[in-house]
């Protein structure tokens, strides 16, 4: 029972304890241990293997990638956020539940291995690397982040016994990055560590100049009639498109995401437009699609400027002090 503001329980009155009925992470691994049992368990779990799972994990990250960005319009959708990261858990859970049956390591090495990690690569944090060290007479927003890339990546080298500070023969500054990427971020990942190295244009006028040189090369094979040098320049036309994308500080996958966003949103737009009018997309016009495709165009500057100037209101506003 709740009490009231100036009520007071009476003598002999039992305290009501509320009860967290939610499940916790060894119920979460006690159900993974069921599912994969060989008397109890499910027939599909149990036949996985680390490789089948692979699929369904990235499936996972890109579901939770998705919850995000969809959020950037309607913040309701966050309300699938949880769901989301439960299932991408799921399969960390999964992984781990395979080693244990293997007896190489269980979930709570996992969570050992990750926390040490990060204690070590956040001295700037915990400079004792202990849980209970902490940084003193420095703020976050006071700490150099311009140093801060330089000391973790070379943390990261000294925590593999196989990646030494100076390269001798058969090590590589691209060694890690992983083959199973996506294609534009592993092209991003390889771009970013040889230009670490020196290997880079000094300004972005130089990625620009080597766009227009790659796009060139595409129209020259084109007009050639090879097409398959042609594909080859095309690669080589998308690689220097990333290595702009990574001179402006973003990300080509959610650059890229956003932009197939905004033509999937557009597109509905003129298939919409045409339909309120009776009429399928194959009895119109290129011309009148790219009339409703620019209508939809100028409706997302819109909302965007709108966007904006609700954001320009609310920061005007008087903040009232959440605690008096």
Known sequence: M???????REPGEETATPV???????DLLTLMAVLRDPQYGCPWDSRQDYASLVP????????VADVIERAAADASVLEELPAELGDLLFQSVFYAQIASEQQRFDFHDVIHVLTEKMLHRHPHVFPDGTLASRREGIATHEVDEGSLNAQWESLKQQESADAPASQTAGDSVLDGVPLGLPALTRAAKLSKKAARSGFDWPDTSGVLAKIREELGEVEEALAEGDTAHAREEVGDLLFAVVNLARTLKADPEQMLRATNARFESRFRHVEAAIAGQGRTLDEASLAEMDAHWDEAKRRERAAEQARQGEGATSAARPVTPLVR
């Open 2 to 8: 709740r009490l009231e503001p100036g009520e007071s």
């Open 20 to 26: 967290d009925t939610r499940y916790t992470l060894d």
């Open 56 to 63: 369904h994990t990235l499936e996972e990250a890109y579901e």
